[in-house]
């Protein structure tokens, strides 16, 4: 792997590509131009704390002293480049307020985080890898709503296999093919799909059952799928037509990290490295790639005939300080992939790639309901708080035409008990001992000890049950990311300002999930206790009354949208590509050029766009340097970055 370096030391000015941001979309695409000989400078504005073996066991111990379990916990905070975290919303009886790194004007609060750092959220991602489906490609034309995208399923099928065998996804292909996600039907994905939990059995019991979602007036047939992952299972000796697959390094374990031994910590972390992040594609990088951490980019430079010229970036020495040198550096081929707030956010504050009007807008997420319960006590345990979070779902209510009606959503089958619902098992303890209130909130009158505890908390956190139901969120242009110059972060550059909201054909999709759920826990017998309600007059995060009934969403994380991709310079951000329509040597890469998400977590999806279009930047920096003819055939002479 190429050096983690600090910018004002590198030998270089001017470079065929530099890229902002490493995190998977540029990791990914600074590994292939790397493989191509070209020079790429990647500047990542975090630290690199965990390129080592020495700070990932570092993060391990921050991640176990944290009180709060967060997404963020494991990763020291930096002042310089904050990241903005969950627990800087906080709700209140007007609503809620915000005390982070992120400005919010909405109604509802975007309550997702990302991770400023190398190997950027990346380093706590769930790791769920499941490709699309065809229809989501095309939700404008099929049924009526969003945008659909300037390219197919088919176009994007060979670079969602390139991009599992980057990562190495355990998965079982031909459940995939039943959903109607095609492939070729002897392709089997490089590791056989993760074991499934006890509590995916204990589900698996109520297969064939039917329940009814209420919005769309539908039935659905009940049946557990398994959900591809992006961490380290058993090698699949069927992959490539029996060629089988050889695991990817990574940094610190033999090879490539051990497999997944059920840690339950995976986001934020894996102690074992079984899942996968872009340190791998990281170590992977060729002599040609340099990676410079502590370099955060300021503005992206504008030339002649609306070229970029190269890009300015401030480097800084301590986290905990502000105090930064400006630097600049050029290349013929400009690549953001910082993440899609920080990507809008950085082209605003540079004047670039705006002429539709769309730059900053159709912000989107996967808005999750949240709903728990307790497995009948006759039957046992059944096993939480063991394995990745989630290792199956129930998919049908992804696809079909009740899309019409109501936003699609996945169910996930949790298997880390009431963990984010209510905070358990932390918070089971804090009941039983008569501090803090139950669930509810109610004062709990008699507090218990000794065996009497050990007995309560056996029994109720062993029978835990969480289903996350996430909602597809289609994009909408009033969702949307700003700058004023009033807000600024502590170097001085401007902070995303968000407007936020759903629309009731979302809030109807949250509504039929929250209703198919209860079903499910009358079919498995389980006792539900759900509750959205307000407490003492102060709603939870996400809160909102509709059809006389409270409900609360969290945020899963998946910021999309702001530079969406389309086939019209005047109604888009990029092409296919993720060029920018505005500047032939600007890319916007990753889940921002989404311009629909569908139910699936959208990772592997910014991968594959990303191997797409460093094929294309390959071809671009072919063009540029291809060999010209002078008139007079008196000398050959090679293009120069502006064309001439």
Known sequence: MASAVNATIAHRRHYDVIIVGAGIAGSLIAKGLGQQGWQVLVLEAGTGSLQTWEGHLHAIDTFRSAVAKTPNAAFPHNVAVPSPDVLDLTPTRSGFTTNGYFIQRGELPYSSDYLRAVGGSGMHWTGLCLRMHPDDFAVRTRYGYGRDWPIGYRDLEPYYVAAEREIGVSGDAQEQWELGIPSDPDYFYPMHKIPPSYIDEVCRGIDGRTVTDPVANEKFTLKVISTPQGRNSTPDPRYRHGAGYRPQGAVGLPKYGQRCVGNASCVPFCPAQAKWTPLRAQAQFSRSVTLATHCLVTRVIGGVNGRIKGVEYRTYEDPASAASQPYQAEADIVVATAHAIENARLLLASGLANVSGELGCNLMDHPTILTWALSPPGNGPIGPFRGPGTTSGWEAFRFG??????????????????????????????????????????????????????????????????????????????NRVTIDNQYRDVMGNPRPILTYNLTDYVKDGLVAARCVASAIYDLLKAQEHTDHSPRDGVAPLGYFRYRDHDYAYKGAGHGAGTHVMGTNPKDSVVDSFQRCWDHPNLYAAGCGSLPSIGTSNPSLTMAALALRSAEQIHRDLVELHRPVQLRGGRETLSKVGNGE
Do not use: C, Y
């Not at 699609?408 to 209510?422: K, L």
């Not at 507090?447 to 996430?470: H, N, S």
């Open 401 to 478: 035409d009740a899309r019409r009606t109501r936003a699609p959503f996945r169910i996930e089958i949790g298997n880390w008990g009431w963990g984010w619902a209510t905070g358990a098992p932390m918070s089971n303890v804090g009941t039983a001992l008569g501090v803090g209130g139950d669930q509810k909130g109610n004062i709990v009158p008699t507090a218990v000890f000794g065996a009497r505890l050990r007995q309560t908390l056996g029994d109720q956190i062993g029978r835990q049950l969480q289903l996350q139901l996430a909602v597809e969120q289609p994009a909408d242009h009033n």
